[in-house]
């Protein structure tokens, strides 16, 4: 079965600081990786994804992501966060044997200070 | 850009009552997905739709959940008799085609479901 681990439920950064936010994964073959962020109130929305090639992603917003196969992880990272990067971040793999069904993470909040 | 809209985008029930949230996805999509997330807690899977029919469930997708595509473009999640621990958010998503270049999901808003 596949599944997703955040070990940290909680972040709060300075705006202008860097961000890296922690997921490691558990399945068997090839996973297919997304990261989602859900602003307050609101629906999930795709930053990037990896499925295969190149194991440095680019997204939306200015994040990347990185897939390490060898420690089953797929960080996210932003250089520089806004006060606007304020929200909970999801990871989440999926599998083409089970038509893509997604197992997310418990999710980590990211709070911005000025 | 297409995407994926739900209604209501908050519904109170009582106990016991049956409810039903629709969802239209994106046009041209084949996969669609109902997910939920209680409040404070993660989004789970809880089923997927392809082709008319149920293609995966999860054990929290009971007799009580029922999903249909009744025409071209909605796709509803009902729930016969609604509990308390029914509340949450549920969200569907849906998804264009086979090929790993079209495995994305594009979510929903969300509909809010409160059972009283």
């Known amino acids: 079965a596949q599944s997703v681990t955040q070990p940290d439920i909680h972040i709060t950064v300075s705006e202008g600081a860097s961000l890296e936010l922690r997921c490691n994964y558990s399945y068997g073959a090839t996973p297919y990786l997304f990261w989602y962020v859900q602003s307050p109130g609101q629906g999930l929305q795709l930053l990037l994804k990896y499925f295969s090639g190149d194991t440095l992603v680019q997204g939306i917003k200015g994040f990347e992501a990185e897939f390490k196969r060898s420690q089953s992880s797929f960080n996210l990272r932003k250089p520089s966060v806004h006060w606007s990067d304020a929200a909970e971040y999801f990871c989440a793999v999926g599998a083409q044997s089970n038509d893509y069904k997604l197992s997310f993470g418990a999710g980590t909040t990211v709070t911005v200070r000025a | 850009e297409p995407e994926v809209t739900q209604t209501p985008s908050h519904q109170v029930t009582q106990m016991g009552q049956e409810v039903i949230l629709r969802c239209v996805p994106i046009s041209n999509h084949l996969y669609f997905y109902w997910y939920r997330q209680i409040l404070g807690q993660k989004v789970e899977f809880l089923v997927s739709f392809y082709n008319n029919e149920i293609s995966e469930k999860s054990e929290i997708f009971d007799d009580q959940f029922s999903v249909e595509r009744p025409d071209g473009s909605n796709f509803t999640l009902k729930i016969r008799s609604t509990k308390l621990e029914d509340s949450a958010m549920y969200f569907c998503?849906?998804?264009?085609?086979?090929?790993?270049?079209?495995?994305?999901?594009?979510f929903g808003p969300g509909t809010r479901l409160t059972v009283l």
């Open positions: 998503a849906s998804r264009a085609g086979a090929r790993v270049s079209t495995n994305e999901q594009f």
